[in-house]
């Protein structure tokens, strides 16, 4: 059995939450599959070595490249199937990973497109290449039972849950199962000094307060950014230290709002460098480690949306790594489990006064924090990559998929590949229009 887990991001020293978890998929089949032969292939030339002997790391340059690759393999991985692997469709088994409720996302994202034309038109993108990717799908993977309820849902919808399917798994376990972002084993140790006494503005005995990851259109960093002018009229020795700022996948960063925004407010309040500091880049995944044993508390916070209902985030799990208790705002799935299992303290979202007091409550009460953190312990090894991984290392072994057979599914698969390619090159043409228009404005 030759398996393939197609990473969309980068995978190397340099990689966000979509490489690093294509990374410890590929890692945990290699390990608990001793007759397969697993490759990860990345869009970059990963720079990184096989934790495993029967794991190959490879790149894939281009379309031929990956197509080939796909062809070779039996079993396909990929957060998302690019439109030549339907040519594979009817020989391999596809499994999807929708380890996020995407479209939530994609609605944030669309306000980068101030014009509402190609904002509608690749919105319209986005849905088609959802039920596309469904109809493709042999088995999916998400990250939370709350999204297991939309991806159950959708499949609902496309007519993709028939009584046949019902048939063979009434609970649909077998076709739509949860595999969440997982937690590294061990916990963290400083190889080296990396923030207290290192970063200008950061004391040896501060303490910090990490965010950990990106900065994105649905995280509120202005929120917790104000939270800071109330905490640093108590006490000036608790700073606020972002972790990446250019995202390796290209999807935030400074020429984006969200960040420029969090910067320029630091800057108004008067905190940047002294209580409100930006990691310049991005921290490489295996310095990570440094950065979080150094931290006091993990901090991240959102808004009340769509987005946040069905998140998981993904920067808590290493979070939980370090044992670090957390101050978030509610809303989402993990948040949830932070206020119900005491792992920190939750708080409504947009309200800077409430952070502010979590964050001191937490830092004034040895007790307490002490209590948290032994509590976030606790939560590593049921999230452990070995552990979580249960439900796709089974499909892999058994190579079973309960799916509507693909000769029914053809037909509906080829109508959403057409209306996925019309829709998108009816996006394109009109950014392209609007785009020349606006360079014409601008001479």
Same mark, same amino acid.
């Given at each position: 059995?030759?398996?393939?887990?197609?990473?969309?991001?980068v995978?190397?020293?340099?990689?966000?939450?979509?490489?690093?978890?294509?990374y +410890?998929?590929?890692? =945990?089949?290699?390990?608990?599959? *001793?007759?397969?032969?697993?490759?990860?292939?990345a869009?970059?030339?990963?720079?990184?070595?096989?934790?495993?002997?029967?794991?190959?790391?490879?790149?894939?340059? @281009?379309?031929?490249?990956?197509?080939?690759?796909?062809?070779? +393999?039996?079993i396909?991985?990929?957060?998302?199937?690019? !439109?030549?692997?339907?040519?594979?469709?009817?020989?391999?088994?596809?499994?999807?990973?929708?380890?996020?409720?995407?479209?939530?996302?994609?609605?944030?994202?669309s306000?980068?497109?101030?014009?509402?034309?190609?904002?509608?038109?690749?919105?319209?993108?986005?849905?088609?290449?959802?039920?596309?990717?469904?109809?493709?799908?042999?088995?999916i993977?998400?990250?939370? &039972?709350?999204?297991?309820?939309?991806?159950?849902?959708?499949?609902?919808?496309?007519?993709?849950?028939?009584?046949?399917?019902?048939?063979?798994?009434?609970?649909?376990?077998?076709?739509?199962?949860?595999?969440?972002?997982?937690?590294?084993?061990?916990?963290?140790?400083?190889?080296?000094?990396?923030?207290?006494?290192? =970063?200008? %503005?950061?004391?040896? +005995?501060?303490?910090?307060?990490?965010? @950990?990851?990106?900065?994105?259109?649905?995280?509120?960093?202005?929120?917790?950014?104000?939270a800071?002018?109330?905490?640093?009229?108590?006490?000036?020795?608790?700073?606020?230290?972002?972790?990446?700022?250019?995202?390796?996948?290209?999807?935030?960063?400074?020429?984006?709002?969200?960040?420029?925004?969090?910067?320029?407010?630091?800057?108004? !309040?008067?905190?940047?460098?002294?209580?409100?500091?930006?990691?310049?880049?991005?921290?490489p995944?295996?310095?990570?480690?440094?950065?979080?044993? &150094?931290?006091?508390?993990?901090?991240?916070?959102?808004?009340? @949306? !769509?987005?946040?209902?069905?998140?998981?985030?993904?920067?808590?799990?290493? !979070?939980?790594?370090?044992?670090l208790?957390?101050?978030?705002?509610?809303?989402?799935?993990?948040?949830?489990?932070?206020e119900?299992?005491?792992?920190?303290?939750?708080?409504? *979202?947009?309200?800077?006064?409430?952070?502010?007091?979590?964050?001191?409550?937490?830092?004034?009460d %040895?007790?307490?924090?002490?209590?948290?953190?032994?509590?976030?312990?606790?939560?590593?090894?049921?999230?452990?990559?070995?552990?979580?991984?249960?439900?796709?290392?089974?499909?892999c072994?058994? %190579?079973?998929?309960?799916?509507? *057979?693909?000769?029914?599914?053809?037909?509906?698969?080829?109508?959403?590949?057409?209306?996925?390619?019309?829709?998108?090159?009816?996006?394109?043409?009109?950014?392209?229009?609007?785009?020349?228009? &606006?360079?014409?404005?601008?001479?």
């Amino acid at each position: 059995m030759k398996i393939l887990v197609l990473s969309r991001g980068v995978v190397g020293r340099d990689m966000a939450s979509p490489g690093v978890r294509a990374y +410890h998929m590929a890692r =945990v089949l290699a390990e608990q599959l *001793p007759d397969a032969e697993v490759t990860l292939s990345a869009p970059n030339v990963p720079d990184i070595p096989s934790p495993h002997p029967r794991l190959q790391i490879i790149a894939y340059r @281009n379309a031929l490249t990956g197509f080939l690759q796909m062809l070779s +393999h039996d079993i396909i991985i990929s957060r998302n199937f690019p !439109l030549h692997a339907l040519a594979l469709f009817p020989g391999k088994l596809l499994a999807l990973d929708f380890y996020a409720a995407f479209y939530s996302e994609w609605l944030a994202l669309s306000q980068r497109l101030p014009q509402r034309a190609a904002r509608k038109l690749w919105m319209a993108s986005r849905r088609h290449l959802v039920d596309l990717q469904l109809t493709m799908a042999d088995y999916i993977v998400c990250s939370s &039972e709350r999204q297991r309820d939309v991806w159950a849902g959708a499949l609902y919808a496309l007519g993709l849950v028939t009584p046949s399917v019902f048939d063979r798994d009434a609970s649909l376990r077998r076709l739509v199962d949860v595999v969440p972002y997982g937690v590294r084993s061990g916990r963290p140790q400083s190889k080296r000094p990396v923030l207290k006494g290192v =970063v200008p %503005g950061i004391g040896e +005995h501060d303490k910090v307060l990490i965010w @950990n990851g990106s900065v994105m259109e649905w995280f509120d960093a202005l929120a917790v950014i104000r939270a800071m002018t109330r905490v640093s009229r108590v006490r000036d020795d608790i700073k606020l230290f972002f972790l990446g700022t250019e995202h390796p996948d290209k999807v935030t960063g400074l020429r984006y709002e969200p960040l420029r925004q969090a910067v320029e407010l630091s800057k108004e !309040l008067g905190l940047y460098g002294r209580s409100v500091f930006f990691n310049e880049g991005w921290v490489p995944y295996d310095e990570t480690g440094d950065y979080l044993a &150094e931290a006091d508390l993990g901090v991240c916070a959102g808004y009340d @949306n !769509l987005e946040a209902r069905f998140a998981f985030r993904t920067r808590f799990v290493d !979070l939980f790594w370090a044992e670090l208790p957390i101050v978030c705002t509610r809303g989402d799935e993990l948040a949830a489990r932070v206020e119900r299992e005491s792992l920190g303290i939750a708080v409504p *979202p947009e309200d800077p006064d409430a952070f502010a007091a979590g964050v001191l409550r937490l830092l004034d009460d %040895g007790e307490l924090y002490a209590r948290y953190q032994r509590n976030v312990a606790l939560v590593k090894e049921e999230l452990s990559w070995e552990r979580v991984m249960a439900p796709l290392v089974e499909f892999c072994r058994t %190579g079973r998929s309960i799916a509507v *057979p693909k000769r029914q599914r053809m037909p509906a698969l080829l109508r959403r590949t057409i209306a996925h390619a019309a829709i998108t090159a009816r996006y394109l043409s009109v950014y392209r229009l609007i785009g020349r228009r &606006e360079q014409a404005e601008t001479l």
